[in-house]
Structure formats: C-alpha cells, structure tokens
C-alpha cells in the first residue's frame, strides 16, 4: 500500500481506517433505531395490537439477524466500502452489483432529502415562524460537513447522535418497567392492557403482515455496518463483535419497547399523532415530555441523514473504482474523503428535499417509496451474494480457518432471509388491491422501485454481455491478495 507522501505525489488517496470499534457499534445500532421505533410503533400497535406486534417484530428480527450474520461473514473476509455491490460483482454477477450500487446510492440519496424536510417539520414544533427550508439548507449544510471532515468526523457524530437514542431508549424502558410495577403512583399497572378489547392479537394474520411489512423498514440500516467496513481498523476483530452486540441490543429495544407500550397504553389508543414514548413519559409524570421527545426525534432523524450521505457517498465512490461510475467520483482527498461523490449526493439530496417542497404529491412521494423499497432490494442481495460466496467456497475447497466469523445455519439463515425480504418486496402494495376496486396509484408507488432496479440490471447485461459466475470460477485467489494489500 503506497504511503501518503507517495499518494500525495501522485494526486492520489485512498480511504483511511479511522472507525474504531464503538463507531461500528453505534453505526449499527442508529441504523436501527430511529422513527420507526419512537414515531411509528404507536400505528403498529394500534393495527395488530401488542400480541401481533410483538409476533411480527420478532419475524422481522430473525429476518435481520441472518442478514447481518451473512454479511459479517464477508465483511470480515473482505472488507470494501462497496459492500454486497461488490459481493454481488466478485460472486454472482457483475450486472447485479452494478444494479445493486446504483440502487443503493439513489435509496441513502433520497433518503438524505426526506430526512431534512422532516427535520424542518420538526423545528416548527419550537419555531413555527420560520420557513421550512431555512432549517432543511441548515441541516444539510451540518451533514455535509461532518462528512467531509473525515471517516473518523463522521463515526464520532454518529457515535453521538446514536448514543442520544440508544440513552432514552434505555431511560423508557427503565421508566416503563417502574410504572408497569407502580413504583411512581404506587398503582401497579401490571399487564391488563394486554387482554383489553380484541387484544394481544388484532385483526387477525393480516394486520400481523402489514405490520411485518412496516417491521421491515423499521430495521432497515443495520447493513450500514458493511459500508463501514471498509474505513474500520481490524475489522476481523471488530465486525464480529458489533454484529453479535448490536443484535441482541436491537431486539431488546424493539421487542422491550413493545411489550412496555403494550403494557401501558390501550391499543385502540395508541397511534401516530403522539409518539408512545411521550405517553409513556407523560403517564410518569415527566415534565416536558414532548419536547424532550421532539429533540430526540430530530436526533434521530440527523443521525440517519447522516448515515445516509457517509453510506451514498462511499457506494459511489466504490463503483467508481470499479469502472461502474464516471473516474472522477473515484477521488479522495487527504483526508480520505471521496469528495466528488460527496459533492454530486449533497446535489441530488438538494434537488429532492425541493421537490418535496414544491410536488409533495407526485415526484417526491414516488422517490420516497422508490427508496423504501431499495432497501429490501439491498438485503435480498446480502442473502443471495452470501449463499454464492459459500458455496463456491465450499466447492473450492478452500481454508476455513481464513473465515474470521462464520455465519451461523448456512444454508439455512441466507435461505430464509431471502424469502422473508421477497414476501416484504411483494407484500407492499397489498392494502391498494381492494375488493371493489384497486388504487393504481398506490401501486405503483409501492413498486416503482422494482422497474428502477431491474432496469439498471438489464441495461448493463445487454450492454456488457455478463453472465453468471461459476461458483468454480470466483477468483479468491485475487480477493485475498486484494484485502492483504490494503492492509
């Protein structure tokens, strides 16, 4: 690996290792934890109750943890900033890890965008008077900078900005659990809420679905962690254990903060006009619940803005090294930052988060959902790039002990991690076929991802005639000799 005098003379840089373990960590756990945890589990709730909510976070959450345990496999084996694009490139087809690149940028673009104008949105909360796009320039321009500082700058904003969500979320199930005893009012409430009405199970395995679909989203993130690890030091030591921690810590928050809103609060009066942690809050008697809530909300939502430009701008910069993106988004700065890739994001982002504001019931709401469905499109490529990775491994007959983490029920955990993310991707639009007639414009709001995707796939396989790669034919050999050059 050349050194920074030697790339300085040449007019180039590479990407530098600055995140540390605890920057994994967090990047992990902020992925998850966001507005589908403090916003959305009111709806969920409400919909299948605490039972069926319960029931499908927890399918959700097996769902991830195959996910997650796949790609630190590879990760672990091949640590690149490009991820399951550049899995899907060495390992299946390179016209799938095309796809999947620019299917990936343009979700973590989008989302960058959705996120400022809901930060603007929560500002009014304070300061009503003030337009909406001041806040969304502001915070744009604050994400903007933390990420051209540094890998390093933006681990340890992340580091922060998770850290606020994963302390109130401990601080609620910890205020949830005294209340639930009776140890504020001296009142037990104890778990009647759970039998209330038509509970634990509402509406029967259809709002249990629905609410599986919405589980989905509430996870997605968690693959951050892949991205990252390409600017990690030592990810074999340091993957594995973020990947271990991260889940079980995930699964407590969701399924703890379930069972505790369950507990508390009547499903038919949950929902999405209050978050169910200010209830919770207001039911203990903590003073300035909703404002306290609202700052952790726009904590929230900074984080995964900036998650979302560090994630779009390092997928860019990826394809680019791999000839799928124009040279030029290739480069990096002394401080290995890739700032043209970071300059064209901030670009795109800006001229969505507009839209938003000016076409809030066309262009910007089909984006949205394009971007939504992405990422499921992203994990089914985690699923399918870990099963060929091992089979050609196997086939190969190649040295075991070179695999720092070992992914657990192979084949079993990729297999089922495909099918539930297929089921999810088909599953969106089931609410707009109707018995009477079917919303079209729903529909194809829920799948327009789909086309996006599957002609970025076909495009370059008719351009570059690819096939798929023989499992006897994955040239380990030079991956090795790659990751063992970074180092």
Not at 18 to 32: D, E, F, S, V, Y
């Amino acid at each position: 690996m050349q050194s920074v005098a030697e790339q300085k003379q040449e007019g180039t840089y590479e990407l530098k290792r600055g995140l540390k373990a605890r920057h994994l960590n967090m990047i992990a756990l902020g992925g998850a934890i966001g507005t589908g945890l403090f916003l959305a589990l009111g709806a969920t709730i409400k919909q299948a109750g605490p039972g069926g909510a319960l029931v499908a976070y927890g399918c959700i959450g097996v769902m991830v943890y195959f996910l997650m345990t796949s790609l630190g496999e590879m990760a672990t084996y091949m640590p690149d900033s490009g991820s399951f694009s550049t899995y899907a490139t060495k390992f299946v087809d390179p016209a799938l890890g095309f796809a999947l690149g620019w299917n990936y940028w343009y979700n973590w673009a989008i989302t960058v965008a959705t996120e400022m104008v809901a930060g603007a949105l929560i500002m009014k909360f304070w300061f009503p008077g003030v337009p909406s796009i001041i806040w969304s320039v502001c915070f744009l321009v604050l994400i903007v900078g933390l990420n051209l500082l540094s890998a390093k700058a933006y681990g340890e904003s992340e580091f922060w900005f998770a850290g606020i969500k994963v302390f109130t979320v401990i601080v609620f199930l910890i205020v949830g659990v005294a209340t639930i005893c009776g140890i504020f009012n001296g009142k037990p409430v104890g778990f009647k809420n759970f039998t209330v009405g038509d509970a634990p199970f509402v509406g029967g395995f259809k709002s249990i679905f629905l609410v599986f679909l919405i589980a989905g989203f509430s996870f997605q993130g968690t693959e951050l962690i892949g991205i990252a690890a390409g600017e990690s030091e030592n990810p074999e030591k340091t993957i594995p254990k973020a990947i271990n921690a991260v889940f079980w810590r995930i699964i407590l928050f969701y399924i703890g903060t379930i069972f505790v809103v369950g507990a508390l609060i009547p499903y038919m009066n949950a929902g999405v006009d209050t978050s169910p942690f200010t209830m919770v809050f207001q039911k203990a008697g903590i003073a300035g619940a909703a404002s306290l809530m609202n700052a952790v909300v726009l904590t929230s939502v900074l984080s995964a803005g900036n998650s979302g430009m560090y994630a779009s701008t390092r997928m860019l910069y990826s394809m680019a090294k791999e000839k799928n993106a124009p040279v030029c988004f290739a480069k990096v700065n002394s401080r290995g930052v890739p700032v043209n890739s970071l300059i064209l994001t901030t670009i795109v982002a800006s001229a969505c988060f507009l839209t938003g504001f000016y076409a809030e019931t066309t262009v910007y709401v089909w984006l949205v959902a394009a971007s939504g469905l992405a990422g499921f499109v992203a994990w089914v490529g985690i699923a399918l790039c870990h099963y060929r990775f091992r089979k050609a491994y196997n086939l190969q007959k190649r040295d075991f002990s070179k695999l720092k983490y070992k992914a657990k029920l192979f084949p079993l955990g990729p297999i089922i991690a495909l099918v539930l993310c297929i089921v999810v991707i088909l599953g969106q639009g089931i609410t707009y076929f109707g018995e009477a007639k079917i919303d079209w414009g729903g529909v194809i709001s829920s799948y327009i991802g789909l086309p996006l995707f599957l002609g970025l796939w076909i495009w370059y396989k008719k351009r570059h005639s690819t096939k798929v790669i023989k499992l006897e034919d994955v040239d380990f050999n030079s991956i090795e000799k790659e990751v063992e050059d970074m180092k």
